[in-house]
């Protein structure tokens, strides 16, 4: 069943090309993962399917035209972002963070909040140790984790991770990606951008290579890390 | 100057600034949700007290037709973006409510119902208008500059006078004391008046601290004004967040009219100096700290009551020119951190 169905979608920034004509599609329960280098249009890519900016083409989400949807009305619909800048609350405690993430389950009352909050905490032990903690004191680490746990807060049906791994040792970058199969056992899909293509690649259904903001190449998870050009453009060295 | 002189200023001072600090207080608090610097907030503060005055005497106030207008506008500028409940909701809010508080209003005001039922018909008139305000004027350009935000709030604050001169006429009036007990203190007489102050306005400002630290709706608008994206990002509507943020200051605005009202005779403008004085403390504060933007409204109202006593004609020019130093100091500060960066 089609969860995500994105059509001719194009996004211009003062007549620059960002994103053209781009076509990607999901299903439910998948992990997809698209990978491209740097100034790729990923980022756009995703913001444009999270209604953060205006963009040309069709978002169909569930079966639901997202045209005139607003990001809180996506976030209600399930449909969340942990974006590239992870854009937590600096000044805040780690709590209430995640506190802030349950909004869309404040209909529901304190207490089905904070079971949401204890499983984020099982899910990331090391933010249950730093919960009294202002969120702009945490590492890098643990403000990825903070933000997907923020997002997860909003019990989404499909989550959109933008560079997960961005800075991070590689431990918790092998944690990070533990994590997002496991979140993908629980039920909720995944749309993952990466430039850690080898490590996306192993854990995605799907695959989609962005390059000058065009689909460039697209295949099963397997057969795109197969792939010859991917081999050489980026999984040619194994500096990652 | 004696002591018991001293005594006296001194207290002035504290009443007067107390009424600064809830001001300043909702000046901060609306600017870091929505970026709107709230000029018309000294218009609700004259509208409150001559409402209050109005019915102290058992005439309907006229500020029933500002309400029933204000209301109809900004039913008007927000529904046809709203389809089934959501425009019922907004009927609710924009026609139903003032219809109601202008039924009691007629039915309750020749009977002079006393002090505290008037305060509460009072606050219930005056409040409404900052969220009406903020569908009518703010809302629609909650993606704007500041600057151009800033804009549509002197345009507010101009039309507002204007109303208010039709509606109230050029006169001034007194309200009522809430009591007219004397405590004496030692040698010293304190009015029940300033007690009454001072208990309400600190009331509201631990009100205002628990809801904001303590309340789900607290955090999320305080996440909005730390974080407009990320608030988005977790399903939070900036446009609900700046409409609560201006219901809370056309009440605690409405509260400081009502207060200021036995203080002193209020024209329809007299509000916007008041206003001023709390801006003078909020700016002090930089728009963004709270505890300082109080303790420099305590400063305004001291400097302002002693200034009264010493040179009592360049009282206002006092007041504002101590904001000089303090603005340079800021702009001074403000360059070193950009040198740092
Ligand atoms: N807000 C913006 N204004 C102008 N150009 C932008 C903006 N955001 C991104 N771009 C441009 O769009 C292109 C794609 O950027 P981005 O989506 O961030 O790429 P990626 O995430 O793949 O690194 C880049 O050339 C970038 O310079
Ligand atoms: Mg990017």
């Known amino acids: ?240 | 100057m004696d002591q018991s002189i001293f005594l006296i200023l001194l207290q002035d001072g504290v009443v007067n600034g107390a009424i600064y600090a809830l001001l300043a207080l909702c000046l901060v608090m609306v600017f870091a949700v929505t970026r709107v610097i709230l000029i018309p907030q000294g218009e609700l503060v004259s509208f409150a007290a001559l409402t209050y005055a109005t019915l102290d005497t058992g005439h309907v106030p006229a500020s029933l037709y500002l309400l029933g207008g204000l209301g109809g506008a900004a039913f008007l500028r927000a529904a046809w973006a709203k389809r089934g409940t959501a425009l019922l909701w907004l009927a609710v809010e924009t026609l139903v409510l003032p219809a109601g508080i202008a039924g009691v209003t007629v039915w309750l005001a020749p009977q002079k119902p006393g002090v505290a039922v008037e305060v509460l018909l009072a606050l219930a008139i005056t409040a409404p208008l900052a969220p009406y305000l903020y569908r009518l004027a703010f809302q629609p350009l909650a993606n704007a500059s500041v600057l151009v935000l800033l804009v549509a709030s002197v345009g507010a604050h101009l039309a507002l006078g204007g109303l208010g001169l039709l509606i109230f006429g050029p006169e001034g009036s007194r309200g009522p004391g809430f009591s007219t007990a004397m405590l004496s203190l030692g040698d010293q007489v304190v009015p029940g008046q300033s007690l009454w102050i001072l208990g309400l306005t600190l009331t509201a400002m631990a009100g205002l601290y628990l809801f904001f630290e303590f309340t789900l709706l607290g955090t999320a608008l305080r996440a909005v004004a730390v974080n407009r994206l990320g608030a988005r990002l977790v399903g939070i509507r900036t446009e609900q967040a700046g409409l609560i943020a201006f219901t809370l200051a056309g009440i605690l605005g409405a509260l400081s009219g009502v207060l200021v009202a036995p203080l002193t005779t209020i024209y329809y403008d007299s509000g916007f100096l008041i206003g001023l004085k709390g801006f003078v403390a909020a700016i002090v504060g930089g728009l963004a700290s709270y505890p300082l933007a109080v303790l420099a409204a305590l400063v305004v109202g001291l400097v302002e009551s002693f200034s009264a006593f010493w040179a009592s004609a360049f009282k206002e020019v006092i007041v504002f020119t101590v904001i000089i130093p303090v603005l340079l100091w800021r702009s001074w500060r403000h360059q070193d951190l950009e040198d740092e960066e």
Not at chain 1, 139 to 151: C, T, W
Not at chain 1, 201 to 224: F, K, Q
């Open chain 1, 1 to 240: 069943m089609t969860l995500l169905d994105v059509r001719h979608l194009s996004v211009a920034f003062g007549g620059i090309q960002a994103v053209s004509d781009v076509a990607l599609r999901m299903a439910h329960g998948q992990i997809v993962t698209v990978i491209g280098p740097n100034g790729a249009g990923k980022t756009t890519l995703l913001s444009a399917i999270a209604g953060i900016i205006p963009a040309s083409g069709s978002v169909t989400f569930g079966g639901v035209d997202l045209a005139r949807h607003t990001v809180e009305s996506r976030v209600a619909g399930g449909l969340s972002l942990v974006p590239e800048k992870r854009e937590l609350f600096a000044g805040m405690t780690v709590a209430e963070n995640l506190r802030l993430g349950g909004w869309r389950l404040r209909a529901q009352g304190f207490r089905a909040a904070t079971r949401a909050m204890d499983e984020c905490y099982a899910l990331f032990p090391r933010l249950a140790e730093r919960r009294g903690q202002r969120a702009g004191t945490l590492s890098g680490g643990e403000r990825q984790m903070l933000a997907m746990a923020r997002a997860l807060m909003a019990k989404p049906t499909l989550l959109m991770l933008d560079e997960p791994s961005l800075g991070l040792a590689p431990l918790i970058v092998r944690d990070i990606f533990r994590t997002i199969r496991a979140l993908r056992e629980t039920g909720v899909s995944i749309l993952l951008v990466e430039q850690n293509a080898r490590a996306a690649l192993a854990i995605s259904d799907y695959g989609y290579v962005l390059e000058g903001g065009r689909i460039a190449l697209e295949g099963d998870g397997a057969a795109l890390a197969a792939d010859p050009r991917i081999v050489e453009m980026y999984l040619g060295t194994a500096a990652r």
